[in-house]
């Protein structure tokens, strides 16, 4: 079985879609020498910018596109059956509660959740908890892991601030991967491609720390 990672998040504009993009093209080029057929994209957000940006990169000849399907609904069978014939499915849920993200989390093996390290987004983890211990009572093994996303590149203070605030959600793991806030994100996306297809290095080696760190954990 192919491992089944889910970028959501019940607050939009985190990076949930950019870090599936990324995640995708970075596991192409660690694992898969570049190859993308065995990664498996799944849209599950009706604002569709997966699917786009994977559309996107189908014009583009330099690059190998990603398989890329867009579901909604429940969506536990249809992710199940898929997990059967690729190495990874990738999804992207909406930025609120929905039927695709609850039901997305009963057929993952990892949920990842992207945030800003402020208070005020921190605090939105709470409604994320009561949601992760419903799916638990179905999926006890699905893993939950939150992430720094756009943290400021001249100050070293998010993380702590952020480990502090954690420890009151103890569900969540927070990794040590912090992703800066960088312009190559957003030129990347642009493009189609991923930061490790970018020239911004800092930003490529962030990108491939949080893979190593997602792979220890499923
Ligand atoms: N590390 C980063 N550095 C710079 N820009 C970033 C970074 N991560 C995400 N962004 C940018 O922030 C914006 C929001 O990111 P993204 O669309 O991935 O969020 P989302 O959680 O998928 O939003 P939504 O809830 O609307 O689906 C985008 O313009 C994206 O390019
Ligand atoms: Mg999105």
Request: hydrophobic share 40%; glycine share 4%.
């Amino acid at each position: 079985m192919g491992k089944v990672i889910l970028l959501a998040h019940q607050k939009g504009g985190v990076g949930k879609s950019n870090t599936a993009t990324n995640l995708a093209v970075a596991i192409a080029k660690e694992q898969f020498n570049g190859e993308t057929d065995r990664i498996l994209l799944v849209d599950a957000d009706p604002q569709a910018t997966l699917y786009r940006w994977s559309q996107r990169r189908e014009d583009n000849q330099n690059v190998n596109s990603f398989p890329c399907i867009r579901l909604d609904g429940n969506i536990t069978s249809q992710i199940k059956i898929e997990a059967g014939k690729y190495g990874y499915v990738i999804i992207d849920a909406a930025g609120r509660d929905s039927r695709e993200m609850r039901s997305a989390m009963l057929a993952s093996d990892l949920m990842l959740i992207p945030t800003k390290a402020s208070l005020a987004d921190l605090e939105l983890l709470e409604h994320m908890s009561e949601t992760v211990e419903t799916a638990r009572d179905y999926n006890p093994d699905l893993t939950v892991s939150v992430f720094i996303n756009m943290a400021p590149t001249n100050s070293q203070t998010e993380k702590t601030i952020a480990k502090q605030l954690l420890k009151e959600f103890p569900e969540f793991r927070l990794l040590n991967t912090v992703l800066s806030e960088r312009k190559a994100h957003r030129d990347a996306f642009s493009e189609a491609l991923g930061v490790h297809e970018w020239k911004d290095t800092k930003a490529k080696a962030e990108m491939s720390c949080l893979l190593k760190e997602i792979c220890n954990e499923i």
